[in-house]
């Protein structure tokens, strides 16, 4: 029973709405998005979907037809193994014709042990490099430290920025 009215307060400030699904973690619940709940939405904002987003459910995005959906975040939709995106989930995604945001990070551990940098080029690699040049213009990438993901901590501006310096060089 989401209000979208709450939303109202940020259009003049905003890009992008991402609607995810609530659950009792912070970040990811493996829980599926109520795609319905948008019919609700005056779409006036184009927004990110989370939620519980897979290659066995896309069929489903035909309920978004005719809805202002720039993206979709499928993180754990599409991965073989926490962090490491399955290459042909990620090809099937893109094959219906939708924009995924293909998250990269890193554990604290891998951090710690200042490894965090060959984690993210083997999730490059591994996920986005076998990808032709026009399915690669399709993938939004976005940095989100798996150590950060509903822990409350944030990694600094020094920590993203040098990790975002890194993926461009990838």
Not at 113 to 136: V, Y
Request: some cysteine; charged content about 25%.
């Amino acid at each position: 029973n989401f209000d979208f009215t709450v939303t109202k307060e940020f259009v003049s400030v905003v890009d992008y709405f991402l609607f995810d699904t609530k659950g009792k973690f912070y970040g990811g619940n493996a829980r599926r998005f109520d795609w319905k709940v948008l019919q609700r939405y005056d779409q006036e904002i184009p927004f990110f979907l989370s939620g519980g987003i897979s290659p066995d459910n896309l069929f489903e995005i035909e309920l978004l037809q005719g809805m202002n959906l720039f993206a979709l975040d499928v993180n754990s939709g599409v991965e073989e193994s926490p962090g490491l995106k399955d290459l042909q989930k990620l090809k099937a995604v893109l094959a219906a014709g939708l924009k995924p945001i293909f998250c990269c990070g890193e554990s604290l551990d891998q951090r710690e042990q200042d490894i965090h940098f060959d984690f993210i080029a083997t999730q490059l690699k591994e996920g986005l490099f076998h990808l032709s040049n026009e399915e690669f213009d399709q993938v939004i990438i976005a940095y989100e430290p798996i150590w950060a993901i509903g822990t409350g901590r944030t990694a600094s501006s020094e920590q993203a920025q040098e990790m975002h310096e890194f993926i461009r060089e990838q």
